[in-house]
């Protein structure tokens, strides 16, 4: 069972991960950065985050607090469409008004060419579209990348739509402390020994035991200058005895593999799927 008080989401409200929350019942829980979201968890609560974007890639603070907490797994992913409007502070009359304009890193690139257009310069990256929607609602002559819901929900007026630059999707992750054995596919994390060839021959598992990759990344190791952690995400799940054949031969050859578990994709839907 869900706490009914656990869902953590990286907030505050009114962000991306807020609307994809809202496909769960019980009580949510906004919390500043994707780290506090981490070390929020419980026994009876979920996490959900962002890891991926199609225009921008990995979220790193994500990857980095999966391989860091071990004990923390993914349960489940959804995919949601991202439409960027450009939201301003009611002192805001035309764009020339525009001294400063806050966002997540991520929506920040995600629109930077349809915004060069406007000249604009000043961008400040904050933690979240909805904290830019929050911090341009209290001060005069600014504005935010962030959603419709963000817009209305801090009384923004909305005097750009749709300036993604190319089509844009975010994929967000249910986290939680239960492993998951069963689902679509499956992710690890792993670091190889310091010699040629090492990471080659993991990935050689993979496909001698014909298992198809659909991710594969490096993230510095914070702890070991120059050398690197692998996040890996394969089709099929733990109970498969292919896989489970896999992890094992993989196992011998990494200094360190971390199972994340497997995860199942939803619909981006209102649904009680927790209930």
Known sequence: MIDPNGIYYLGPKGSFTNEVAEIFEGDKIPKRTITEVFNSITDNSIGIVPIENSIEGPVHETLDNLFKNEEIYVNYEIEKEIKLVLAVNPSVNSLNDIEVIYSHSHAINEAKETLSKYNFTNFVPVESTSTAALYASKQKYSAAICSEYAANLYNLKIILRDINDSINITRFIVI????????????????????????????????????????????????????????????????????????????????????????????????NYLS
């Open 176 to 271: 939680s402390k239960k492993l998951i054995e069963d689902g679509d596919k499956t992710m690890v994390m792993f670091t190889v020994p310091h010699k040629p060839g090492a990471l080659y021959k993991v990935l050689e598992k993979f496909y001698n035991n014909n298992i198809n990759l659909t991710m594969i990344y490096s993230r510095p190791l914070k702890s070991i200058p120059w050398q690197y952690y692998f996040y890996l995400e394969f089709e099929g799940n733990i109970k498969d005895n292919k896989v489970k054949a896999t992890l094992e031969e993989i196992r011998n050859i990494t200094s360190m593999l971390k199972i994340k578990g497997s995860f199942t994709k939803l619909q981006y839907q209102v649904s």
